[in-house]
């Protein structure tokens, strides 16, 4: 029997609306041995059973698992039935067996029903990253569901979720294979059609940003006979997409060194490397003297805010990477610029641009508002995890 959490008279609305966090200010009281990372029953204040969740402590108390006076305690058919529901999605968004593409996300955390657990998958390894303590401990439960549902399609299972799970909640977290090993070789993932070498093992996040698939290729449809330059490319992904499309020339800046490896090892794999070149520097710094240089301009920065209290200087940070942008294109340049702060909505994120805009003193338009791919759904119950907004702006 698990522990269970009674909520406050009134505190109960949210989860019959299916929303799935219960905050901390919204428990009356526990009862039974309450352990970060274990599964809880939520009752509201008369005893009804609302559903169970991982419990952890915290503004966000308990994640929500499964709804209802029918909800039970997660076992292997449960684990099994989320994964499939979420493969089957994926099929009918003909992102598996495809001959074009073998990366997508296979589950987004809340959009697929699973807070707090991040599943990509490159080629035949599964890439598992847990960001609660109740993912954590349920990764072998996990693993063996992927098998099940995976089946011959997986051949290795990567568990990077040391640099995502709560520190204290597994201070002594290490990233490995759950199953398989590794190969030593270079990895080698498809997506419409373009190569990339992907790092999961030690790169950022699982090892590439398959968020921006859809947006690469909106670019791909612009870039042809362009001045291309892509900033804080990471692996170099909109850079690819721009080679392969025809631009003129291809730039690509980052701060960090591998990242740089990376992004000129995949423009090898794109055979069209002679019109790449390659800056380990500062956005900042390497913006200042490009006037004119480049008509189409990608600025994709990490995120500026993972918490409210930083939202205001994220915004102030938009706007100053937007004016350098804004200033810095050709006149009749397009501007893909990207926010993927969660708590910026597109709203303010639409604001502090409009903002760059007026400080530049360059007329602009929007053309397109972009978002994150359909593997990375959005709960309609659940509004907050849609963290990627973009906008492709036309700079006179």
């Not at 609302?50 to 499964?66: E, F, K, Q, T």
Request: charged share 20%.
């Amino acid at each position: 029997m698990s522990a269970t959490l009674t909520l406050k008279p009134g505190k109960d609305q949210s989860l019959r609306r299916l929303h799935p966090w219960v905050f901390s200010g919204a428990i009356a009281r526990m009862q039974g041995e309450v352990v970060e990372g274990e599964v809880v029953s939520v009752l509201a204040a008369n005893g009804e059973l609302l559903g169970v969740g991982h419990y952890a402590p915290g503004s966000i108390a308990v994640r929500m698992l499964d709804f209802g006076t029918e909800a039970q305690l997660p076992d292997a058919a449960f684990w099994e039935q989320k994964l499939r529901n979420a493969y089957q999605l994926r099929q009918r968004l003909g992102l598996t067996g495809t001959g074009n593409t073998n990366v997508y996300r296979l589950i987004h955390a809340e959009g697929d029903g699973l807070p707090g657990l991040i599943i990509d998958v490159y080629g035949d390894t599964a890439v598992v990253q847990a960001h609660s303590a109740g993912m954590y401990k349920a990764r072998p439960l996990i693993a063996a569901a992927l098998q099940v549902v995976l089946g011959e399609n997986l051949r290795a299972i990567y568990d990077k979720s040391a640099e995502t799970v709560p520190a204290k909640a597994a201070p002594d977290a290490q990233n490995g294979y759950l199953l398989g090993e590794s190969t030593g070789q270079e990895h080698v993932v498809e997506e419409n059609g373009h190569r990339f070498a992907v790092d999961w093992e030690t790169g950022q996040k699982t090892g590439f940003f398959i968020d921006q698939r859809d947006n690469r290729a909106l670019l791909a449809r612009y870039a042809p006979g362009r001045r291309v330059l892509n900033t804080f490319c990471y692996t170099g992904g909109f850079s690819v997409y721009a080679l392969q499309a025809g631009a003129e020339l291809v730039h690509s800046v980052d701060s960090s060194k591998k990242a740089i490896e990376l992004t000129n090892r995949n423009a090898e794999l794109s055979g069209l490397q002679e019109k790449h070149e390659a800056y380990a520097q500062d956005v900042f710094s390497f913006l200042k003297d490009r006037h004119n240089q480049y008509d189409l301009i990608v600025l994709d920065p990490p995120a500026f805010a993972k918490h409210l209290s930083a939202r205001h200087n994220a915004l102030m940070g938009y706007k100053r990477l937007n004016v350098a942008g804004i200033k810095q294109i050709a006149p009749g340049g397009l501007l893909f610029t990207f926010s993927c702060s969660q708590v910026v909505s597109m709203e303010l994120f639409e604001g502090a641009i409009m903002a760059a805009a007026i400080e530049a003193g360059r007329p602009a338009r929007i053309l397109h508002r972009l978002t994150q791919p359909a593997d990375h759904p959005v709960s309609l119950f659940h509004p907050e995890g849609e963290y990627l907004k973009g906008l492709v702006l036309a700079v006179d």
